[in-house]
């Protein structure tokens, strides 16, 4: 059983309106694996689904255990994390504060200082800026912050909602570059993105939604070189 989430047949609606039509996708352990799609195409939805934000019918299962009853709270005592959509920090808190505020799960003392230090070896940035309140950080280093609040629970899988949204093609990168140090560093991921070409380079696998469907999914290597894919996502 490797399978950190098995999601099957999951369905969001907004009234008449049916959001995600059935959707089923795996990740494994350690992979980085995406889901891309145009805007209105399902992402956010299956994303605040999976951490049961939002509505669902459909199974999902996390660490081999059924979720889809569980509060929020509870999927992200269990090791489920996400970074939504335009992530938001808190303005007027200190970066430190904003990552107190993530560390909500953190009980002891001792780990919180570990969780600090890793958080802050993995944006060394924040390190230096602890004590700035939050709205003094540029675009990126928000960005930044809002993916440290969500790893100061340490979390198994955590889920990132279009992180390159609205970022300069330069801070798309450095992103980029620190989600392949997370993975590296042990997390799993489940991205969204509208960004495909730099989705498929960094992930193993990726599935494509589009109109709440998936209608392709595989190994990013081959999705790359997938002439719809290229024609409709890559624009070559
Ligand atoms: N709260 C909501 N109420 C009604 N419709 C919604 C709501 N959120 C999303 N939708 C609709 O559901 C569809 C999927 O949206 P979304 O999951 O946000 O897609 P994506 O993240 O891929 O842009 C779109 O048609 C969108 O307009
Ligand atoms: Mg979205």
């Given at each position: 059983m490797r399978s950190v989430l098995e999601v099957q047949n999951l369905n969001v609606r907004y009234g008449e309106i049916h959001a995600v039509k059935g959707v089923s996708l795996r990740v494994e352990k350690g992979e980085i694996v995406a889901l891309i799609g145009a805007n209105g195409a399902g992402k956010t939805s299956t994303l605040s689904a999976i951490m049961g934000m939002i509505r669902a019918e459909g199974s999902v299962k996390f660490m081999g255990k059924d979720i889809e009853r569980f509060s929020p709270w509870k999927r992200a005592q269990m090791g489920l994390s996400i970074v939504p959509e335009r992530a938001r920090v808190f303005p007027n808190m200190t970066v430190l504060e904003n990552l107190e505020v993530g560390a909500y799960l953190v009980k002891d003392k001792k780990v919180f200082k570990e969780r600090l230090e890793w958080v802050y070896d993995i944006f060394p940035r924040l390190r230096e800026r602890q004590k700035q309140l939050a709205?003094?950080?540029s675009g990126g280093e928000k960005q930044m912050l809002a993916i440290g609040r969500s790893l100061m629970n340490k979390p198994k899988l955590l889920l990132i909602d279009e992180i390159s949204l609205g970022l300069?093609?330069?801070?798309?990168?450095?992103?980029?570059?620190?989600l392949i140090k997370l993975n590296e560093s042990g997390i799993t991921l489940l991205i969204s993105e509208q960004n495909t070409k730099k989705a498929l380079e960094i992930s193993s696998r990726a599935y494509v939604l589009q109109n709440g469907r998936v209608v392709k999914e595989g190994p990013s290597g081959e999705l790359k070189e997938d002439e719809e894919i290229r024609k409709a996502y890559l624009g070559v």
């Amino acid at each position: 059983m490797r399978s950190v989430l098995e999601v099957q047949n999951l369905n969001v609606r907004y009234g008449e309106i049916h959001a995600v039509k059935g959707v089923s996708l795996r990740v494994e352990k350690g992979e980085i694996v995406a889901l891309i799609g145009a805007n209105g195409a399902g992402k956010t939805s299956t994303l605040s689904a999976i951490m049961g934000m939002i509505r669902a019918e459909g199974s999902v299962k996390f660490m081999g255990k059924d979720i889809e009853r569980f509060s929020p709270w509870k999927r992200a005592q269990m090791g489920l994390s996400i970074v939504p959509e335009r992530a938001r920090v808190f303005p007027n808190m200190t970066v430190l504060e904003n990552l107190e505020v993530g560390a909500y799960l953190v009980k002891d003392k001792k780990v919180f200082k570990e969780r600090l230090e890793w958080v802050y070896d993995i944006f060394p940035r924040l390190r230096e800026r602890q004590k700035q309140l939050a709205l003094t950080l540029s675009g990126g280093e928000k960005q930044m912050l809002a993916i440290g609040r969500s790893l100061m629970n340490k979390p198994k899988l955590l889920l990132i909602d279009e992180i390159s949204l609205g970022l300069m093609p330069k801070l798309v990168d450095e992103i980029f570059q620190i989600l392949i140090k997370l993975n590296e560093s042990g997390i799993t991921l489940l991205i969204s993105e509208q960004n495909t070409k730099k989705a498929l380079e960094i992930s193993s696998r990726a599935y494509v939604l589009q109109n709440g469907r998936v209608v392709k999914e595989g190994p990013s290597g081959e999705l790359k070189e997938d002439e719809e894919i290229r024609k409709a996502y890559l624009g070559v």
